[in-house]
T-cell receptor, first 114, second 113 residues
Framework: GAVVSQHPSWVICKSGTSVKIECRSL??????MFWYRQFPKQSLMLMAT?????????EQGVEKDKFLINHASLTLSTLTVTSAHPEDSSFYIC??????????FGPGTRLLVL | GENVEQHPSTLSVQEGDSAVIKCTYS??????FPWYKQELGKRPQLIID?????GEKKDQRIAVTLNKTAKHFSLHITETQPEDSAVYFC????????????FGQGTILTVHP
């Protein structure tokens, strides 16, 4: 149990376009999911907390208008990187847990903005 | 906010030796301490976790110890194998941030055959 999936696994896009990343909990429901970003050879940095049925909570320094989060159901959260630029290129990973505290990660989405 | 320091940043051991990675944290309200293993290009995998009401937890070759007074916890891997080579992250959660993890900087563990 406790399987989290992400789609797509990798994406290449042109600067200025928007990219949507999906995070799904496959065998449990999650009222809360978390989005992280990981640059090469660095740790995971929390970007935002995705709350089902309400607005996401963003960490300090993360632009909410650039990283749009929607958590429309108990098994799906989406992260949209709007007007992507090369500096947004990174590994984006979501996490969720059936019992909240213990978190399981999705396989990640590697974004490359040209 | 929470601050997590992890040491060492790199660790090289011979197969069969033990490896120890240490983390310290700042928020005394934190009460959940997981460890993740991340192989190159893959997702972090939970390998062991401990809660604040427990001082030590063991799972086969892996153990975690927690000292709440000193606000530090450690990962111990015994009888290391080449497949243990990866990046290991400690994390901290709890208090008002249920499920929200603050990660350490990571330790690159290399086990030489």
């Amino acid at each position: 149990g406790a399987v989290v999936s992400q789609h797509p696994s990798w994406v290449i896009c042109k600067s200025g376009t928007s990219v949507k990343i999906e995070c799904r909990s496959l065998d449990f429901q999650a009222t809360t999911m978390f989005w992280y970003r990981q640059f090469p050879k660095q740790s995971l940095m929390l970007m935002a907390t995705s709350n089902e049925g309400s607005k996401a909570t963003y960490e300090q320094g993360v632009e909410k208008d650039k990283f749009l989060i929607n958590h429309a159901s108990l098994t799906l959260s989406t992260l949209t990187v709007t007007s992507a630029h090369p500096e947004d290129s990174s590994f984006y990973i979501c996490s969720a847990g059936p019992r909240g505290e213990t978190q399981y990660f999705g396989p990640g989405t590697r974004l490359l903005v040209l | 906010g929470e601050n997590v320091e992890q040491h060492p940043s790199t660790l090289s051991v011979q197969e069969g030796d033990s490896a120890v990675i240490k983390c310290t944290y700042s928020d005394s309200a934190s009460n959940y301490f997981p460890w993740y293993k991340q192989e190159l290009g893959k997702r972090p995998q939970l390998i062991i976790d401990i809660r604040s009401n427990v001082g030590e937890k063991k799972d086969q070759r892996i153990a975690v110890t927690l000292n709440k007074t000193a606000k530090h916890f450690s990962l111990h891997i015994t009888e290391t194998q080449p497949e243990d080579s990866a990046v290991y992250f400690c994390a901290v959660a709890g208090g008002t941030s249920y499920g929200k993890l603050t990660f350490g900087q990571g330790t690159i563990l290399t086990v030489h055959p």
